[in-house]
């Protein structure tokens, strides 16, 4: 069930609904665990063998692995429980959050008025959402981050908030914020005299992975941009819930409107694979721009095809086929350091990390990575399943 959604912006499932959120963790938790480890199966043992009798080769790449895969029955039965668990995560929780609408609306204006925390709230009427985010209800989420049901609206936020709690199982922590938190104590403990004042965040829908950012250096002031009204009025009124003061902005991180040189920190988690090429691009110039010499850029991602062997790219890619995420492997097959570079950071100021989950392994894990990086990623990386690691890259300015 939502159980994972805390503060005062939670809502209230009735038993039935609840039962039922419980059943789609429970039903994705097989698909993704129990049902992905027979589809690997059936690829080592059935699928990959057949290729390299006929081919005298093994495949070279993901989209060898997917054509190679696309026919088998195990493969298709995997294609359709996943496809429809995710669906069904959404219907899950939406009767919950329609029931909650007035109440979340009015909720929401009360806490972004409330004094418990000093952050602020900016939408524009005029604002023209990218096609990108208006022209589909990216990975199968009804309304997509963008709709809004009437003035100061807040549900998309809600059903994003909710959604991901039954949808992530447990593995982004008890406030949706593993992300976040693993990453931000990552960079406080690798960079000890790094003490940004001035952190954004891109592509934060409600903020969730944006608050650690400000608890972790309490005496920075927090910015987050996105193109979504209802995802920045809802993640306002849920960092304000939880006393954090974070400036939410409706801007697109392609061309913001802050000043030159104004930021030390650019944070960005599980954004830019939800960007088309194009933008990616604008994006990073547009870090560049915002970056005083000596800020970091960090962008937390999917590992690149590039440092992932042929299965573990299509597995990842499989969203990109199925998921109704059409910029998710054109994002994967582009090399990080290559794009940092195109945008203006020099080639030896670029950073990747792997680091392990805060709240699957502890603080301590984490502090410790800081000297243990490899730069291997591996099926453990960006993945939910058990020993699950987060991947980022970066660049110095
Ligand atoms: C997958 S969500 C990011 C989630 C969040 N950062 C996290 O840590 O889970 C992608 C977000 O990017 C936003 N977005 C897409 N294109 C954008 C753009 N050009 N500028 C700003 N936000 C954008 C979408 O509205 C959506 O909220």
């Given at each position: 069930m939502t159980k994972y959604v805390h503060h005062?912006?939670?809502?209230?499932?009735t038993p039935e609904e609840a039962a039922r959120?419980?059943?789609?963790?429970?039903?994705?938790?097989?698909?993704l665990l129990d049902m992905a480890n027979g589809m690997r199966t059936v690829y080592d043992t059935e699928v990959a063998p057949k290729f390299e009798r006929k081919n005298k080769r093994a495949p070279r790449d993901g989209?060898?692995?997917h054509r190679a895969l696309k026919k088998d029955t195990f493969f298709k039965f995997y294609s359709s429980m996943r496809c429809n668990a995710q669906e069904m995560v959404f219907r899950s929780i939406l009767p919950t959050v329609e029931r909650s609408q007035d109440a979340l609306n009015k909720k929401a204006k009360v806490l972004s008025r409330s004094k418990k925390a000093a952050g602020t709230i900016e939408t524009d009427p005029s604002f023209v959402v990218p096609r990108s985010v208006a022209a589909i209800d990216v990975h199968r989420m009804p309304g997509n981050y963008d709709t809004e049901y009437g003035p100061d609206d807040v549900t998309q936020g809600a059903v994003y908030d909710n959604g991901i709690s039954v949808f992530s199982m447990g593995f982004f922590g008890d406030n949706l914020d593993d992300i976040g938190s693993s990453i931000s104590l990552f960079i406080k403990n690798k960079y000890p005299k790094f003490a940004p004042k001035r952190i954004l965040d891109m592509g934060c829908t409600i903020g969730h992975n944006t608050v650690p950012w400000a608890k972790i250096y309490p005496k920075s002031e927090v910015h987050a941009v996105d193109v979504s009204?209802?995802?920045?009025?809802?993640?306002h009124a849920r960092a304000q819930s939880d006393g954090v003061a974070v400036h939410f902005h409706q801007q697109n991180a392609e061309h913001t409107n802050f000043e030159d040189g104004s930021f030390d920190l650019i944070f960005s988690s599980m954004f830019l694979h939800e960007v088309p090429k194009k933008g990616i691009k604008k994006i990073f110039k547009e870090a560049h721009r915002l970056l005083k010499p000596g800020g970091l850029m960090l962008h937390m991602e999917l590992p690149p095809n590039k440092m992932l062997g042929a299965?573990?790219?299509f597995y990842l890619d499989w969203?990109?086929?199925?998921?109704?995420?059409?910029?998710?492997?054109?994002?994967?097959?582009?090399?990080p350091e290559v794009v940092s570079e195109n945008a203006g950071f020099a080639k030896n100021k670029f950073v990747q990390f792997i680091i392990p989950s805060v709240g699957q392994?502890?603080?301590?894990?984490?502090?410790?990575s800081v000297k243990k990086q490899t730069g291997k990623a591996d099926d453990q990386t960006g993945r939910f399943a058990a020993g699950i690691h987060w991947y980022c890259f970066g660049a110095w300015k």
């Open positions: 005062e912006m939670k809502v209230a499932p959120q419980t059943f789609m963790s429970s039903m994705r938790m097989y698909v989209t060898e692995v009204a209802p995802a920045v009025r809802y993640g299965y573990d790219s969203d990109s086929y199925y998921n109704k995420e059409p910029f998710y492997k054109p994002f994967r097959d582009l090399d392994y502890g603080e301590k894990a984490v502090k410790d």
